[in-house]
């Protein structure tokens, strides 16, 4: 252990080497030697123009780039961007944030939570707090990530950042496409796959046609032990398949027109939960088998899985009618997400509690979240297209959002030991309308309606440019929470009700002292939509808990002002860009789980920061040699707590307390080099490491960590104080990746490569089950993964 940690030590050291020498070599040939950058363009701010000349911190990531890191998932392709972090919380459930601006874990069953970073797919606002749409990145140009708040161009959720999938565009000029097939094998998992294809077919010189279709099935890494001492291998493997299909029409030169479908499903039949404790399989018990679960095992009593199916379709019209660009897209979203997990352990820890026998304890039990959204949003703007020192962009833009929430606890049987155990009838009288034999149930009706106008201006003064925009915003929200079954209020809250509106500025000031360098100063604001929180499931909550965590019906918005000096530079082969930031963030919305109650409840934290530095830079100072290198410190804390009437912490919301999911400090480095292999073939190689600091899963981790959870169920024999003791704080981790391969002139490509080389069992987030009472574990990532990947371009 100590030599592997040595290594990647000297791995680390030997790549900050290398990126000074690459700097050196630059500075000793010259940037007429270097290979010269090619310039990135990028619409991070509604109209086009090259990365360093954005005049705030952005990121973007090319195809060449996707491939070449071998990225596969939003997730993949964060730990390769300064400041981007992705907390896993399973398949299909992933949670955003950018430079430190994080509230923590949002859960499944929290669906008026929204999102702190706002995702696009071009033009198209894709965002779903919990349920970051995992999108396939094949055929992409590249996806921008847009550092700091966002408010003003595009809106709530964007308080952080804004994440864009920027998609290759149907072009008149020429026929063009690419196939791409995967095979890969996951060390001690099962074997995945995949195969991707794109097309542009221009019909005539003003109508084309581009289709992207996709398949990829996803190894398993996970085993469930189960009841008689049955094992399920990988049960956490899954697919993803969908398609792209746009079509351009350009009737004049000043005018284009592109509808767009676009569907995708992706299935998981488990989860990549690493367990700990669970009631059923633990160390305590005597008249049951004791379990001690090991590394990447987990227990069921039911088969789980996921479901999202997604279908969007938009049409983006640009008409230039003179000066001005007129800029219109509608957009019409339709999600299906189910999660369905094995619940035994949460309704056999209830069933302990009330006395039920041990044959209703093992009653298996079926959580299922569904999730169905439908989404219209418009926006329309008018910007101006000259080349004069004074350019503007104004807009409007309305959103419609229906969101159904529901959950079933199907648990065939429970109704006739309920009524055995608490009197006959007990079942019937608490279901207030639900299904029998399923003690918790809720339909939780969402309607949001959000409308906003949005304006930006610049003048160019020469060496000094200024830019000054804002945005105001409506928002109405409107809530119905119908609960039933013995776990559940009996609720029948119809009509809750909040608002909220404000106004969101940026100001920017620019100065070029040459063309090859700009220092930037920036202040903006963000916001975040406030919202309706859920009553608590009062049956099941401690007398101590009921009063710390009730009477909490609504929150509000957050906001945050963001602070920033940038230094961007591009000088031949070598680009370096950093950027020094403070945020100040007001009302933080921060989810706390409510102990005993088997719930969640937001609070507004009154104040909190996050402050930082981060840098990227690379260099090309050779024909056919790269080196990059990105990194970002965060000093992310909590500046006032949050009390109860005793005067104690509320959940680890503690001024001091850092905020959760964030490392103070990520990093990643990459180096790449070609080489010809003949007259028509070039070979290449490339590897990266990726590191990525400790965090916490939720703000109270922090808490009397290493933390002691006493489960108090005296289940098969395990005595009532037996205990399991846990260090909540995520370690660090670091990944290398490592590839090789060939390619030729015509569009052929050939790869092998080995992801994970040193098989790191990263844990990604904390999974705890009715306040830890009832289960215990980790969402960990992919073991080392072997694979091989051709691509044709034509």
């Known amino acids: 252990m100590v030599g592997i940690t040595g290594f990647r030590a000297c791995l680390l050291a030997g790549a900050g080497v290398a990126l000074s020498l690459s700097a050196a070599a630059w500075a000793q040939t010259g940037a007429a030697s270097a290979e010269e950058q090619t310039d990135i363009i990028v619409t991070a701010t509604k109209r086009a123009s090259t990365l360093q000349d954005v005049p705030f911190s952005i990121n973007a990531q090319t195809q060449e780039d996707i491939q070449k890191s071998g990225a596969v998932t939003l997730e993949d392709l964060a730990r390769s961007v300064a400041g981007l972090t992705i907390q896993n919380l399973g398949p299909g459930q992933s949670q955003v944030s950018v430079r430190g601006v994080s509230a923590g874990q949002i859960v499944r069953d929290q669906p008026g939570v929204k999102e702190q970073v706002g995702v696009y797919l071009d033009e198209s606002v894709v965002s779903l707090s919990l349920f970051t749409p995992d999108l396939d990145l094949f055929d992409l140009n590249r996806v921008e990530t847009l550092r700091g708040p966002q408010g003003t161009l595009f809106g709530s959720g964007s308080v952080g950042g804004t994440i864009r999938y920027i998609t290759n565009q149907p072009n008149t000029d020429k026929l063009e496409g690419q196939v791409e097939g995967n095979v890969n094998f996951i060390d001690g998992g099962s074997m995945g796959g995949s195969a991707k294809g794109a097309i542009n077919l221009p019909v005539n010189e003003n109508v084309a046609v581009r289709a992207v279709g996709y398949y990829t099935r996803y190894g398993g890494f996970i085993d469930a032990l189960g009841e008689g001492g049955s094992v399920k291998r990988n049960v956490n493997d899954g697919e993803r398949y969908g398609g792209r299909l746009s079509i351009l029409f350009k009737p004049t030169e000043n005018i284009s027109i592109t509808p767009r479908v676009v569907y995708q499903k992706v299935t998981t039949d488990g989860f990549n939960r690493q367990e700990v404790y669970n009631l059923f399989a633990n160390p305590y018990t005597t008249t049951r088998p004791k379990i001690q679960l090991g590394e990447r095992q987990q227990y069921l009593l039911l088969n789980e899985g996921f479901s999202d199916e997604t279908f969007l379709a938009d049409l983006t019209a640009n008409v230039d009618i003179g000066g001005v660009t007129l800029t219109s897209v509608t957009s019409y979203i339709n999600r299906d997400i189910l999660v369905s997990r094995d619940a035994s352990a949460l309704t056999g820890s209830v069933s302990v509690d009330l006395g039920f026998p041990a044959a209703a304890v093992l009653l298996p039990s079926n959580l299922r979240d569904t999730t169905d959204l439908k989404t219209w949003t418009q926006e329309v703007r008018l910007s101006s297209n000259g080349s004069g020192p004074f350019q503007w962009l104004i807009g409007g833009f309305y959103s419609d959002i229906d969101r159904g929430y529901t959950q079933r606890l199907p648990t065939p049987g429970y109704d006739a030991f309920t009524d055995a155990v608490l009197g006959a009838g007990t079942s019937a009288a608490v279901a207030n309308g639900f299904p029998a034999n399923s003690p918790y149930n809720s339909d939780i009706p969402y309607k949001i309606k959000q409308k906003a106008v949005f304006g930006e201006a610049s003048y160019d003064l020469g060496e000094l440019k200024l830019t000054a925009g804002g945005r105001y915003y409506d928002f109405k929200e409107k809530r119905n929470f119908i609960s039933g079954g013995l776990f559940a209020n009996g609720d029948r809250r119809i009509g809750d009700k909040t608002k909220s509106d404000g106004f969101t500025p940026r100001f920017i000031a620019t100065w070029e002292p040459s063309k090859n360098v700009s220092i930037n100063l920036q202040a903006a604001k963000g916001f975040r939509l406030g919202g309706v929180n859920d009553p608590l499931n009062l049956p099941l909550c401690s007398p101590a808990d009921a009063p710390i965590y009730g009477n909490r019906p609504t929150y509000k918005d957050e906001t945050l002002w963001n602070y920033e000096l940038g230094f961007k530079s591009q000088f031949g082969g ?92 990520q990093m990643s480095a990459n180096a790449g080099y070609e080489f010809p292999v003949g007259s028509e073939w070039d070979g290449f190689v490339n590897a990266s490491v990726q590191y990525v600091g400790d965090r916490f899963t939720q703000p109270s981790d922090q808490e009397n960590n290493p933390r002691t959870f006493v489960h108090g169920l005296p289940f098969g024999g395990a005595p009532a104080n037996a205990a399991t003791t846990l260090n909540l704080k995520l370690p660090d981790y670091t990944l290398v990746n490592f590839n090789i391969g060939v390619k030729t ?4 490509e050939l790869m092998a490569y080995v992801n994970n080389l040193f098989d790191e069992n990263p844990l990604l987030s904390f999974d705890r089950e009715r306040g830890g009472r009832a289960r215990l574990g980790f969402n960990v990532g992919q073991p080392r993964t072997f694979g091989i990947t051709g691509r044709q371009k034509f």
């Open 574 to 665: 070598l680009t370096f860009n950093a950027a020094a930031f403070h945020n100040e963030i007001k009302n933080l919305q921060v989810t706390a789980d409510a102990g005993s109650c088997s719930s969640r409840v937001v609070f507004n934290v009154p104040k909190a920061h996050a402050t930082g530095l981060e840098l990227e830079m690379s260099a090309r100072p050779a024909p056919g040699l790269s080196f990059s290198l990105n990194g970002t410190y965060v000093d992310s804390k909590f500046d006032s707590s949050v009390l109860d009437a005793t005067g104690a912490v509320i959940a680890g919301i503690r001024d001091g307390n850092r905020l959760p999911t964030v490392p103070k400090f």
């Open 745 to 748: 002139q015509s569009g052929f």
